[in-house]
């Protein structure tokens, strides 16, 4: 059973950093797509960032391209979400999912593992 596992989140100051990782019990990452998305209240669950464990490829939403940087420890078989200039409207529980298919995806629908999600708050 693959799945996910968040670090803890938690309250931010605006334009403070918070770095989130995500490390997967029963797999290794191999050729995955691991993705980083996140959900506001009432609001639907958005990309954020995603990498190709093989390839190395990484892409980001705009709204955070510049600010947040997805990486990898292979060691430790482990990604990394690393979020500067924090923004209030960043609020959101955040999610780590694995896209095991052999194509890479940016669609939430092609990640079939998901973590249970971590709060982050950016505020004052």
């Known amino acids: 059973q693959v799945q996910p596992v968040e670090s803890e989140g938690g309250l931010v100051q605006p334009g403070g950093p918070l770095k989130l990782s995500c490390a997967a019990s029963?797999?290794?990452?191999?050729?995955?797509?691991i993705g980083w998305f996140r959900q506001a209240p009432g609001k639907e669950r958005d990309f954020v960032a995603a990498?190709?464990?093989?390839?190395?490829?990484?892409y980001y939403a705009g709204s955070v391209k510049g600010r947040f940087t997805i990486s990898r420890d292979n060691a430790k078989n482990t990604a990394y979400l690393q979020m500067n200039s924090l923004k209030p409207e960043d609020t959101a529980a955040y999610y780590c999912?694995?896209?095991?298919?052999?194509?890479?995806?940016?669609?939430?629908?092609?990640?079939?593992?998901w973590g249970q999600g971590t709060q982050v708050t950016v505020s004052s």
């Open positions: 990498m190709s464990w093989s390839s190395g490829s990484k």
């Open positions: 029963g797999t290794t990452f191999r050729s995955y797509t």
């Open positions: 999912a694995i896209n095991t298919n052999e194509y890479t995806s940016t669609s939430a629908l092609d990640f079939g593992f």
